[in-house]
Structure formats: structure tokens, C-alpha cells
């Protein structure tokens, strides 16, 4: 595999465990975050390797899954009606 692949890939594993790690629990937003992660990556396929684009487009990534990881929080509902967090 080359280099920028893996790069990619990696970029795509990492941004799915930050939505894993986030959603646990939340069948449906780890669902449709899955759906929405494949659909961005997928819009930037064609990138050539080593580009200016292709760079952006992982930072971009990078950026999205610290994102996800350190500025999304999932609220429980308490037995009171109100969001708790866990």
C-alpha cells in the first residue's frame, strides 16, 4: 500500500474511533456519522497523492476527529427528564 493510502486510511480509522468513542451507546448518530465520514472521504477519492488538496483534505480529517473527541459531548436523559452527562 502506498504511503499516501495508509495516510488516508488511518485518517479514516481515526476520525471512525473518535465517532465510536463519542456515539457509544447512540445507535443512530454513530449510524449517520458513519454514513457522513464514508460520504467525505469518498468525495475526496480521486485527490492525487502528495497534492495540496490531498494534504488539506487529511488535515481536515486530523482536525475532525480531535473535534469530535474533545469538543462533542453526548447528555443522558436522567429519570428526572433532565440531560446529565456521563
Known amino acids: 500500500m502506498a504511503a499516501a493510502a495508509a495516510e488516508g486510511l ?5 476520525v471512525l474511533r473518535a465517532a ?3 456515539f457509544a451507546g447512540d445507535r ?7 454514513v457522513e465520514i464514508r460520504r467525505r472521504f469518498e ?3 480521486g485527490l492525487a497523492p502528495g497534492s495540496d488538496e490531498a494534504a488539506r483534505a ?11 473527541t474533545h469538543m462533542i459531548v ?11 452527562l456521563p
Open 58 to 68: 487529511l488535515s481536515d480529517a486530523r482536525e475532525a476527529a480531535h473535534f469530535i
Open 10 to 14: 488511518a485518517a479514516y480509522r481515526a
Open 20 to 22: 465510536r468513542r463519542t
Open 43 to 45: 468525495e475526496h477519492r
Open 74 to 84: 453526548q447528555a443522558q436523559r436522567a429519570p428526572s427528564g433532565s440531560f446529565v
Open 28 to 34: 443512530l448518530m454513530l449510524a449517520e456519522s458513519a
